[in-house]
């Protein structure tokens, strides 16, 4: 089957020994599940403006972007994901939740029980393994 790659960035933020995750909105694909933020690269855009426009309209948040962390891609049954994290620094501790259920900080023991959406799972392990 051949389906459409879809470029999404997410921000990997740690502070103080955990890391930002945000649950999805209740309206949204894979409701409720837990995700890095981030969403799909427009055309016209860099990876790294994508991620700054998306933090900005969905947390009302800045962050400054440290690095570049592996891709993956997942494959879901009608697309299929190239995610794009990026390791990021928050340039201000204050956020609002515009489309996420809830936002949370998270312990390095505790990612692996969050239920992720299927393209965060890989990402959660390879924080919980190499950034911590």
């Known amino acids: 089957m051949n389906r459409p790659l879809v470029r999404v960035t997410c921000a990997v933020i740690i502070r103080e020994g955990r890391v930002f995750a945000a649950r999805r909105g209740k309206q949204s694909r894979q409701a409720l599940k837990w995700e890095f933020p981030g969403g799909k690269v427009e055309h ?24 570049r962390l592996p891709s993956h891609i997942h494959p879901y049954e009608d697309f ?25 900080w998270l312990r390095p023991d505790e990612l692996s029980a969050m239920d992720w959406t299927e393209a965060d799972v890989p990402l959660a392990a390879f924080i919980k393994e190499h950034l911590f």
Do not use: W, Y
């Open 44 to 67: 016209g855009e860099t990876d790294e403006e994508c991620l700054q426009r998306e933090l900005a309209e969905e947390l009302s948040m800045k962050v400054h972007i440290l690095q």
């Open 80 to 104: 299929t994901i190239e995610l794009l994290p990026f390791l990021c620094e928050l340039l201000s501790f204050h956020h609002e939740n515009r489309e996420h259920h809830e936002t949370a």
